[in-house]
Nanobody, 127 residues
Framework: VQLQASGGGSVQAGGSLSLSCAASGGVFDSYAMGWFRQAPGKEREFVAAISRTGASTDYVDSVKGRFTISRDNAKNTVYLQMNSLKPEDTAVYYC?????????????????????WGQGTQVTVSS
């Protein structure tokens, strides 16, 4: 599975960005998907995850109510809508795929479960 993330950029605090991650080379709707981020000098951290059907989602506490993960299996794409952005959201954002699975509800918060990673897209939020 190859993943291509896009949509990053620079925005002022309070603004919005929408990230996309296009998948190819696999049966996309067999994979749970996740977004992770890595800020300068910090370890990569979990941001959001979605099950293969979209029936289950999960978020790190710091983005709950501001970020929304979704997927369009017909387009082989997972999205991360980011609203009310804060300077502490500044990071390189990575999409990742975990699977394949049969479970409609499964997802993981742990990067060691993810087998495939995109190249990352930079998000910079200025105050």
């Amino acid at each position: 599975v190859q993943l291509q993330a896009s949509g990053g950029g620079s925005v002022q605090a309070g603004g919005s960005l929408s990230l996309s991650c296009a998948a190819s080379g696999g049966v996309f709707d067999s994979y749970a998907m996740g977004w992770f981020r890595q800020a300068p000098g910090k370890e990569r951290e979990f941001v959001a995850a979605i099950s293969r059907t979209g029936a289950s989602t999960d978020y790190v506490d710091s983005v709950k109510g501001r970020f929304t993960i979704s997927r369009d299996n017909a387009k082989n794409t997972v999205y991360l809508q980011m609203n009310s952005l804060k300077p502490e959201d500044t990071a390189v954002y990575y999409c990742a795929a975990d699977g394949p699975f049969n479970s409609r509800l499964y997802y993981s918060r742990y990067e060691y479960n993810y087998d495939y990673w995109g190249q990352g897209t930079q998000v910079t939020v200025s105050s």
